[in-house]
């Protein structure tokens, strides 16, 4: 599904009121929700709000698990980490318990023995069935989403629900859920605005499926629910 807004802000209000719905149901329900953070600049709106008094007393963070969609292998205080920015705009202002954030990035190991340590993380929280609560997810102008870029053998996996590899294009390492577990999810929030995003959206919503060139296509739940939500420049409605 695809919901339009006229504005950025009106898509940061409604992610957070989907995010604060989906924690409150998730802990009414089985006690604990865990969610899935983008990184860029895309959610920083939504992170803030998310950090906002209005928002965070609705959340019992001390039952929030903490996980991210993707990341690019660098130290947790460089400007270009996913888990910086959402630091520095959501997780050091709510009460969350350190021990529930699973950061994507570790010193001292190599991204690929990395992954297979995340995917364990993953399993110690979410059971073997790996059903997230909440994903979050960005795209880019040439339609990838997480760390799944056009052309590249993250695309094809099948089996890992973690891999790491080296993107060359940009001459660096990243990590990224995959596909299959992504998938798995109870509710995939997509945030996209901007005009450059309008022709991969259109492709990804409405072309023929390409996904080795829009990896964004790989991104169908098995039994939960896919919602896009984009200003009026990304749907091409300006």
């Known amino acids: 599904m695809i919901q339009i807004y006229n504005t950025t802000e009106e898509i940061n209000i409604t992610a957070a009121d989907l995010f604060v719905a989906a924690a409150q149901k998730a802990i009414a329900e089985k006690g604990q929700f865990s969610a899935v953070l983008t ?81 364990q993380s993953i399993r110690k929280v979410l059971g073997d069935e790996g059903k997230f609560d909440l994903i979050l997810l960005g795209m880019g102008d040439d339609g990838h989403t997480a760390s799944l870029f056009p052309g590249e053998a993250v695309l094809e996996e099948q089996n890992k629900w973690v891999a790491a590899y080296y993107l060359q294009p940009q001459k660096m390492h990243r990590i990224t859920l995959t596909a299959p577990i992504i998938n798995k999810a109870e509710k995939i929030v997509v ?5 450059k995003k309008a022709p991969a959206l ?29 200003d009026k420049s990304a749907a091409g409605t300006n």
């Open 39 to 119: 990184g860029g600049s895309s959610p920083a709106g939504i992170y803030k709000l998310l950090a906002s008094d209005n928002y965070k007393t609705k959340i019992d963070w001390s039952k929030v698990f903490i996980f991210w969609g993707d990341e690019r292998w660098v130290p947790l205080n460089d400007d270009l980490s996913n888990a910086k920015m959402s630091y520095t705009t959501l997780l050091s202002h709510v009460a969350i318990p350190s021990e529930n954030i699973f950061e994507m990035y570790k010193d001292g190991v190599t991204p690929e023995d990395f992954a297979v340590t995340y995917e």
């Open 202 to 230: 259109k492709e990804v919503t409405t072309g023929e499926y390409n996904p080795s060139t829009y990896p964004m296509q790989l991104i169908k739940p098995v039994s939960g629910e896919l919602l896009f939500l984009v």
């Open 191 to 195: 945030v996209a605005f901007g005009e």
